[in-house]
């Protein structure tokens, strides 16, 4: 159980790195003002979201599920787990927004200023945070 435990926090991590970066990678796409800067932004983002972010959302969930499935269902009546498990829901909607921004951007769509996505950028760092304090702390 350790080694499934430790594989879904490394693609926890993964998971998070990409979310921290692509909204960072959104500010700059939002300030740029030639082409050649919005061309190569279109690529760093498609190939973080699709390359990194994505895949270490899913197997951060997989393993996650395997987890629960280890530790027996019973675990689910567990309010700090029922509110890890309501803020990941958060947290992947979160993310598939991030996909819809990053088609706005690819179809040069997009609807928002660099301020706009420095506020969206911290959304994640806050989930982390409760995310964390709720496994590590146990409330409840």
């Excluded at 932004?41 to 498609?46: G, L």
């Excluded at 530790?71 to 309010?79: D, E």
Aim: glycine share 6%; proline share 3%; aromatic share 18%.
């Amino acid at each position: 159980m350790l080694w499934v435990k430790a594989f879904h926090i490394i693609f926890m991590v993964t998971w998070f790195a990409g979310l921290f970066y692509l909204p960072r990678l959104f500010v700059y796409h939002a300030d740029a003002k030639d082409e050649a800067s919005n061309q190569r932004f279109k690529i760093m983002e498609r190939k973080l979201y699709y390359g990194i972010t994505t895949p270490g959302a899913i197997i951060t969930i997989i393993l996650g599920f395997w987890l629960i499935h280890m530790m027996g269902y019973g675990i689910l009546s567990a309010f700090w787990l029922q509110a890890k498990l309501a803020l990941v829901t958060i947290l992947v909607v979160y993310h598939l927004y991030c996909g819809k921004l990053l088609k706005d951007f690819k179809n040069d769509n997009n609807r928002h200023g660099h301020v706009w996505y420095r506020w969206f950028n911290e959304f994640p760092v806050i989930v982390l945070i409760a995310v964390i304090l709720l496994v590590e702390l146990q409330p409840y």
